[in-house]
């Protein structure tokens, strides 16, 4: 039997098993068969070595540009940590403009690097920062935009390429969600001066925690790594970079590397779903769904946004009382958390943050468990 033969069987049986597992939240993390992870820990334990740029560390990277093409990977404890190691690479200090329809983890980084999160309001039907409302917000004291590829959805990289040029701005992607995305055939993590990624559980790919920061820059790359180990060079005792500690373990790239593996059938799990999920609410007129503009989105999320609030909420505890757990994501508008962020007015990102509500997507979900709660949204907003 071929090894694809054998992915693709457990693949299948794992679905089967979980067929009755309830409730069902809006995600579900993808793992490799127990025995695979075993098999591969034992190296570790034969080695003694759990950290400190291991063996298995330096696999993962190597398979998953091999996988997607990258020219470099470099990974991170998560993908918060690879965002602020993007910012101290390319030493900003100053304004850094953003999207507030994000995860706060976006906006916490810039902030514990000391830059100030400007926000730029959305596109409401791609969700991804308007770039057309961008240049409008750069000053003096601008020194990056960091876009987010919301959902996977690739942002307009080439206007926003031309703004950061026109006005010489360094570019940080917010790719948490973007593996698996592309544009123009090339991977989407390989856009901008670095991209940021996340590996956590909830993700496409994933090593339980993790994540990576990937540049096309040789000395940046260099410097990132410095910067994941202390600000160390090299493996001399000199310190010449501000560096912390954003090392990932050898444990969690030990799950990136069986899990990538499952890769292909992940993605294409994703795709199908995302696709009946389109096709069994298109007569739907109170919903409406994320525009795709530009590159191939991953399909690791399914938004749906709702004519008004009132309606998702309804629709929210219609599949709450089956024990159907999709998630308002994201809600609120990052820029309305005044406790950490001077607010500034984005009335498109706040009024669509109210109505979008992810489904269940993931590799395990039936068919029969998709048209539950097809039926359940059609019968709450058909019905008034």
Known sequence: MSTTSTRQDYYTNSRIRLMRKKPIYVTRPFLAPLGEYAEILKGVWERGILTHNGPLVQQFERDLCAKLHLQSFV????GTIAIQMAIKALALK?????????????????IWEHC???????????????PTKIEALITENTVAIM???????????????????KHTL??????????????EGKSLLEYGHITATSLHATKLLNTAEGGGCITRDTALDEKLRRIRFFGHNDGKDDIIEDGFNGKMTEIHAALGIVNLKYYD???QSRKVRYRQYMDGLSDVKRVRFQRIIAGKPNFSFFPIIFDSEENLL???SALNS????????????VNTFENIVVYQPCPLSEDISTRVLCLPLYWAIRDEEMDQIINTIKHELFRR
């Open 75 to 78: 990974a991170v404890s998560n």
């Open 94 to 110: 100053g304004e850094i403009i953003t999207t507030p329809f994000t995860w706060i983890a976006t906006v916490s980084a810039i």
């Open 116 to 130: 100030t999160p400007v926000f730029c309001d959305i596109d409401p039907e791609t969700l991804n920062i308007d």
């Open 147 to 165: 876009p987010v590829h919301v959902f996977g959805n690739p942002c307009d990289v080439e206007i926003i390429d031309r703004l950061a040029k």
């Open 170 to 183: 360094k570019i940080i992607y917010d790719g948490a969600h973007a593996i698996g995305s592309t544009y």
């Open 265 to 267: 059938e992940v993605l």
């Open 314 to 316: 309804r629709v929210q």
């Open 322 to 333: 089956q024990q159907i757990y999709p998630r308002r994501y994201f809600y609120p508008s």
